[in-house]
């Protein structure tokens, strides 16, 4: 961990954290709202650790110096007035959670900070009754304390609590960001983190996770293989080769997205001539013969299709009347 300047994007929230941070004007709760592995974790425990940062205190400035006592405890887990709440129901948070946690801790003044800050992870898994135990903190709480509420759905939390904290929604990233990020951090070479780039759309948490998985690769190899020769094919071909991806433990979801880029490559191809700004520029001899042969309106068919297809097969429809529909719309068009 480093500072608000390691976190990637989210430009104007880190700019808010920073003047409330220089300004000494933090608010008592903050609820950040994004999708996993979009970074709140991360940004929540810079935070944290820069509240009780023993140089910023002295020395003014918003980034935690992270070599004081408190951030080294920070960094290591052991900082005693930051508390993460933990719930031993994997999917709930329950009232007795937050009244022992929370509420019956609140009134114990630091032991060593100016802040106890308390964070709560996944808060939408807190139940009806666990909120309202929340709201009697968040409506007095003592002038020491922040509490940090983490959550990927926020209209899963009462109005209540959610209009007594400062909302801060974490933005996708943009492409060239993540790229930046997955080559400067992990060494992942250019043409890697661009395609994990692009398949991630702005989670700089799925990008990395994707940079360091085999199976992401085994996607890729077998959706460009299959995409090669898609011309060639029969429509009852090629079902079972999708099939055979799923019981090779390839989620079709991800599968389906390859597919998607593929086409936007070819699509962008035709109407730029540009190789550079291809995710998939090392194919550009296939990517170049599909853009010859199809119309725009064609790609744009295919894409539609796509679209409607990963929706379909979240809504549970027929596995094969959804891929058949698809490949029509493939063959027909690509």
């Not at 430009?11 to 994004?34: C, F, M, P, T, W």
């Not at 007095?140 to 959550?151: D, K, M, N, R």
């Not at 190899?221 to 009852?236: I, P």
Request: some cysteine; overall charge negative.
């Amino acid at each position: 961990m480093a500072g608000f300047k390691d976190l990637v994007g989210q430009e104007q929230i880190k700019e808010h954290l920073r003047n409330a941070l220089s300004g000494g004007k933090v608010s008592h709760a903050y609820l950040i709202d994004g999708e996993k592995g979009s970074g709140k974790e991360f940004l929540a425990k810079i935070f944290a650790m820069a509240l009780n940062c023993e140089v910023r205190r002295t020395e003014g400035g918003a980034e935690p110096c992270q070599n004081c006592h408190s951030c080294r405890q920070a960094l290591s887990g052991n900082q005693p007035d930051i508390i993460r709440l933990v719930h031993e129901k994997p999917d709930a948070i329950g009232v007795d959670d937050i009244r022992e946690q929370v509420n019956q801790d609140v009134s114990i003044k630091p032991y060593a900070s100016p802040y106890k800050v308390y964070l709560i992870s996944e808060a939408e898994k807190m139940t009806p009754q666990a909120q309202n135990a929340l709201l009697k903190t968040l409506e007095e709480p003592p002038p020491y304390v922040v509490i940090l509420l983490l959550a990927s759905n926020v209209n899963a939390l009462l109005p209540t609590v959610v209009s007594r904290c400062v909302l801060l929604r974490m933005k996708p990233a943009t492409d060239g960001q993540v790229k930046n990020f997955l080559m400067r951090i992990l060494q992942v070479p250019d043409y890697k983190a661009q395609i994990c780039a692009a398949f991630a759309r702005g989670n700089v948490g799925r990008a990395k996770a994707l940079a360091q998985s085999e199976e992401f690769e085994n996607v890729k190899e077998e959706a460009l293989s299959f995409l090669k020769c898609v011309q060639d094919m029969d429509v009852h071909e090629m079902i079972p080769a999708v099939k055979k991806i799923s019981d090779d433990k390839i989620d079709v979801q991800d599968y389906l997205d390859m597919i998607m880029i593929w086409y936007r490559d070819i699509l962008l191809f035709k109407a730029t001539n540009d190789v550079n700004q291809l995710i998939f520029r090392e194919e550009i001899s296939h990517i170049r013969r599909a853009a010859q042969r199809s119309s725009y309106e064609g790609i744009e068919r295919v894409i539609e299709a796509l679209e409607k297809a990963k929706t379909r097969l979240r809504a549970n429809v027929n596995f094969d009347l959804t891929l058949e529909l698809l490949f029509l719309e493939m063959k027909e068009n690509g």
